[in-house]
């Protein structure tokens, strides 16, 4: 093997090279200026820059996203993206973070818990994109305060070991699939379910689309809305209301992306149409903000939409979202 370990910071690179003796020879490398670009890791930052990112002889092979804040409310899909890349590469991928934690401060202090569609979405990607997309709880203590010490780390761990005892230079697909039938990950579903169980109120709630996400038949979407024929052609269209006041990224654009795979089949192959509602935004406004090539949420925006509604009336439906490769 000839490993190396891009990183976001510093601190997550030396954190995830001591996770495995494999990994001590790790090279360090920080993402490069215009990682995009880079022929070695574009597939998995077509999207957002991830936290750590490991390549063998020059293939990304695992993606991690670690973060000890709680995904709740709208900011759930703030990091989706990071994960979806990585699974359309069919690239192993990592979700390590609080599904509940303490929130210190302001009117909503007290603990805070995972807006669940995470789950569900992170699920259906691994289905529909054929990739290990895993979930690891950060552990927390009986008042919900992050654990900090080296006992965070022991799921972590058992995971790395379970990647480096069934990985083999080029067959990605095959580690994918051992991945996602282990009982390692047999496990972790099982305390998803028991948090699900056991923590949070209503869970049901989340088992339909929130209030800015509405489904319609697209015959009376395109009858609404005057869409010329042809233009839509799947049966059903779910419109995301974005209530941003300017053209700006997180969370929405990660939100977009995880409600393409939670309500309209992934990004690979649409079941349903996704149409993007900009209600504060002018087409005059996106234009303003398209003029710059390099801004990533008009790009993010553009690859997850099969359309846009500016202000109240304004459509433009013009087969903008760019297919997955399959």
Same mark, same amino acid.
């Given at each position: 093997? %000839?490993?190396?370990?891009?990183?976001?910071?510093?601190?997550?690179?030396?954190?995830?090279?001591?996770?495995? +003796?494999?990994?001590? &020879?790790?090279?360090?490398?920080?993402?490069?200026?215009?990682?995009?670009?880079?022929?070695?890791?574009? @597939?998995?930052?077509?999207?957002?820059?991830?936290?750590?990112?490991?390549?063998?002889?020059?293939?990304?092979?695992? =993606?991690?996203?670690?973060?000890?804040?709680? +995904? !709740?409310?709208?900011?759930?899909?703030?990091?989706?993206?990071?994960? $979806?890349?990585?699974?359309?590469?069919?690239?192993?991928?990592?979700?390590?973070?609080?599904?509940?934690?303490?929130?210190?401060?302001?009117?909503? #202090?007290?603990? %805070? *818990?995972?807006?669940? &569609?995470?789950? *569900?979405?992170?699920?259906?990607?691994?289905?529909?994109?054929?990739?290990?997309?895993?979930?690891?709880?950060?552990?927390?203590?009986?008042?919900?305060?992050?654990?900090?010490?080296?006992?965070?780390?022991?799921?972590?761990? $058992?995971?790395?070991?379970?990647?480096?005892?069934?990985?083999?230079?080029?067959?990605?697909?095959?580690?994918?699939?051992?991945?996602? !039938? !282990?009982?390692?990950?047999?496990?972790?579903?099982?305390?998803?379910?028991?948090?699900?169980?056991?923590?949070?109120?209503? +869970?049901?709630?989340?088992?339909? +689309?929130?209030?800015?996400?509405?489904?319609?038949?697209?015959?009376?979407?395109?009858?609404?809305?005057?869409?010329?024929?042809? @233009? /839509?052609?799947?049966?059903?269209? =779910?419109?995301?209301? =974005?209530?941003?006041?300017?053209?700006?990224?997180?969370?929405?654009?990660?939100?977009?992306? /995880?409600? !393409?795979?939670?309500?309209?089949?992934?990004?690979? @192959?649409?079941?349903?149409?996704?149409?993007?509602?900009?209600?504060?935004?002018?087409?005059?406004?996106?234009?303003?903000?398209?003029?710059? #090539?390099? %801004? @990533?949420?008009?790009?993010?925006?553009?690859?997850?939409?099969?359309?846009?509604?500016?202000?109240?009336?304004?459509?433009?439906? #013009?087969?903008?979202?760019?297919?997955?490769?399959?």
């Amino acid at each position: 093997m %000839r490993l190396k370990l891009y990183y976001d910071s510093i601190q997550e690179g030396q954190w995830f090279r001591g996770l495995h +003796p494999r990994l001590e &020879r790790a090279e360090l490398q920080p993402f490069p200026s215009k990682a995009r670009d880079d022929r070695t890791l574009c @597939k998995v930052l077509a999207y957002d820059r991830p936290d750590i990112v490991l390549t063998d002889h020059d293939e990304p092979i695992l =993606v991690v996203e670690r973060t000890v804040e709680v +995904p !709740s409310g709208h900011n759930v899909g703030q990091r989706f993206a990071r994960l $979806a890349a990585a699974a359309q590469a069919c690239v192993p991928c990592v979700y390590f973070g609080p599904y509940a934690a303490y929130k210190h401060g302001g009117a909503t #202090q007290g603990p %805070r *818990y995972m807006n669940l &569609r995470l789950f *569900y979405a992170i699920e259906k990607m691994a289905e529909t994109d054929c990739a290990a997309c895993t979930t690891i709880k950060w552990p927390v203590d009986s008042n919900y305060e992050i654990i900090k010490s080296a006992q965070k780390d022991g799921r972590m761990r $058992a995971y790395i070991g379970l990647f480096f005892q069934n990985y083999r230079r080029g067959n990605l697909q095959e580690l994918n699939e051992v991945l996602k !039938s !282990s009982q390692f990950e047999q496990e972790q579903e099982a305390e998803r379910s028991a948090f699900i169980a056991n923590e949070v109120e209503n +869970p049901r709630q989340y088992n339909s +689309p929130p209030d800015s996400v509405t489904m319609l038949r697209t015959a009376n979407f395109m009858a609404e809305y005057a869409v010329p024929s042809g @233009k /839509l052609l799947l049966d059903k269209t =779910v419109v995301y209301r =974005v209530g941003m006041a300017y053209v700006r990224s997180d969370p929405y654009t990660g939100m977009a992306m /995880l409600y !393409s795979y939670l309500y309209c089949g992934g990004m690979r @192959k649409h079941s349903s149409h996704l149409v993007l509602h900009f209600p504060n935004i002018t087409r005059k406004i996106w234009n303003a903000a398209a003029k710059n #090539q390099h %801004r @990533k949420d008009v790009r993010l925006f553009l690859t997850v939409a099969d359309g846009i509604i500016f202000g109240r009336h304004h459509v433009c439906i #013009q087969n903008l979202r760019q297919p997955v490769p399959v």
